[in-house]
């Protein structure tokens, strides 16, 4: 059985949408989005019923954006809409809500926030990223991390296709 929900209202009469994330972890569907020029912005989740989103988390950027200046160009152009360089590749619901965080994708690394208190730290650097990161710039683009799921079941990296 489909059913539709509604996305949660917009915020201060803004009448586009930048759909920035949608994802499910442990069970919890979340959904964000940015409004105008902002590293603020709040994580909704879905009710268990799916009658309505309600605000799970409240984020703000700005240390990360302090701590790793390359996130911000500086010869940003109005015309292009959104000046800082990052992207969220996943949300993860730690079995203790103090554990839950976000992954982020910042020009030559990737950053763990945790959305509890607000905490970060590099998680990983890009090979070559000193040498080849443009201000601002991601080197992966509108993509999705995934959570590793461990399984006992055989998964045949070669399936045959019938």
């Known amino acids: 059985m489909r059913k539709r929900f509604r996305l949660p209202p917009t915020q201060n009469g803004h009448d586009s949408r930048f759909h920035y994330y949608l994802g499910e972890s442990c ?4 959904y964000m989005e940015l409004f105008e020029v902002r590293i ?15 605000v799970k988390y409240r984020v703000d950027l ?15 152009d109005p015309t292009i809409w959104y000046p800082y360089g990052f992207s969220i590749f996943t949300l993860v619901r730690g079995v203790k ?10 020009p030559g690394e990737v950053v763990r926030y945790n959305l ?9 650097e890009f090979e070559g990223a000193e040498t080849d990161v443009i201000e601002g710039s991601l ?8 959570q590793y799921i461990e399984s006992l079941s055989c998964v045949d990296p070669n399936p045959l296709l019938f």
């Not at 509890?116 to 990983?124: A, C, D, K, P, R």
């Open 40 to 54: 603020q912005f709040d994580v909704y989740e879905m009710k268990r019923d799916y009658s309505e989103w309600f």
């Open 139 to 146: 080197r992966y683009v509108l993509t999705n991390g995934y």
């Open 97 to 106: 809500e103090e554990d839950s965080f976000l992954v982020l994708h910042i």
């Open 62 to 76: 700005s240390p990360v954006v302090a701590s790793y200046p390359v996130m911000y160009m500086d010869d940003f």
């Open 27 to 30: 069970d919890h569907l979340h």
């Open 116 to 124: 509890v208190n607000g905490s970060f730290e590099t998680i990983h």
